[in-house]
């Protein structure tokens, strides 16, 4: 993810994130084999999808209603 641009939380090595022109970021959250994507760009988070998609296999599976057990 740092050859994208975002940076590794210093708190938290799951959490990415990018700050945006717009002054607003958008974060990538890493847990085993489950990943959310969060930002209010709707095109960054498909920009960030295909990004993905270039070196990974994954399942989209569009908007979150849990994730690691925990109810959004």
Do not use: C, P
């Amino acid at each position: 993810m740092i050859e994208y641009g975002y940076t590794q939380s210093q708190f938290n090595h799951f959490v990415y994130f990018r700050k945006l022109l717009d002054g607003s970021f958008i974060y990538l959250l890493l847990y085993v084999d489950d990943m959310l994507i969060i930002s209010k760009s709707k095109v960054e988070i498909n920009k960030l999808k295909a990004q993905l998609r270039n070196k990974f296999e994954i399942k989209d599976l569009e908007e979150a209603k849990k994730i690691i057990g925990i109810d959004i």
